[in-house]
């Protein structure tokens, strides 16, 4: 544990010593908030249209949590992906490019080690960019309630769909040493599993819940609507595991073709 701590560490200062943690962050948060801002703004002038007509208010209520925030959290999911494959591309192919990944599978340190210190640093990363979005059910509660379950459900999806997101991704940054590579396989990968979610109402009905099951985003839906289920909860524990699990093959192969 010290030794990935340790590891850990030092991933984290590479990334706050160079220009790259600070620029996918600031990109995150102006769209994401440019996209709250219009929401807010929807949300805000529908309240007023419905104040005006008593026959509305009695049978239609809005709710700031299901209006704006829930849909945020699928916009924060999506805004994800792109992030994402910027933060990993460079956790392993980096050190492949500059040859230290030789040196670091020569260190007395196990290879899970290695990538569980790549993948604790970059989901820490991400867990701080997500971490400044707290402002914006904190700016929505100034103006009306909102449901703290719901939140808490929100961003704990956030979180688990971030890991999934980050394993994949420093596994194809071990498949090679161009970042630019990385990059591009990793939104290509992710984005294959979005399209698995949106071609289930194109696919035949006995191949539905199959697509469903693969997709990362359809697993957020219950997130994003306060409900906890442990099914999305083992989908993300299980695919994060796996690549992983992939990544240490990987490195095995790289270190099999050293010796050879």
């Not at 990935?4 to 996918?24: D, M």
């Not at 849909?71 to 999911?77: A, D, R, S």
């Not at 569980?116 to 990363?125: D, I, T, Y």
Request: proline share 3%; glycine share 6%; charged share 15%.
């Amino acid at each position: 544990m010290k030794k990935v701590l340790a590891l850990t560490r030092k991933e984290l200062g590479s990334y706050f010593q160079s220009p790259i943690a600070y620029v996918i962050t600031a990109i995150f948060l102006l769209l994401s908030g440019i996209i709250f801002w219009l929401q807010f703004s929807m949300f805000y002038q529908q309240s007023l249209q419905l104040s005006r007509d008593p026959y509305m208010m009695r049978h239609y209520s809005l709710n700031v949590t299901e209006h704006v925030l829930a849909p945020m959290f699928f916009t924060l999911n999506f805004l994800s992906l792109m992030m994402i494959p910027m933060l990993t591309m460079r956790s392993l192919s980096d050190d492949k490019k500059s040859g230290t990944m030789e040196l670091l599978l020569t260190y007395p340190v196990r290879d899970i080690e290695v990538v569980v210190s790549k993948f604790a640093a970059c989901l820490l990363v991400y867990a701080c960019m997500i971490g400044l979005t707290l402002l914006y059910p904190a700016l929505s509660a100034r103006y009306a309630d909102i449901e703290a379950g719901t939140i808490a459900m929100g961003y704990a999806g956030l979180l688990l769909s971030g890991a999934a997101f980050v394993a994949l991704g420093v596994f194809v940054s071990s498949l090679t040493e161009n970042q630019i590579i990385a990059v591009t396989a990793g939104y290509g990968l992710l984005l294959v599993f979005w399209l698995f979610g949106a071609a289930e109402s194109l696919a035949p009905h006995t191949y539905n819940v199959i697509l469903t099951d693969l997709s990362l985003f359809k697993h957020m839906e219950s997130f994003a609507s306060g409900v906890f289920d442990t099914h999305d909860l083992v989908y993300y524990l299980i695919f994060s595991a796996l690549f992983i699990f992939l990544t240490l093959r990987s490195l095995e192969v790289a270190r099999w073709k050293g010796k050879a």
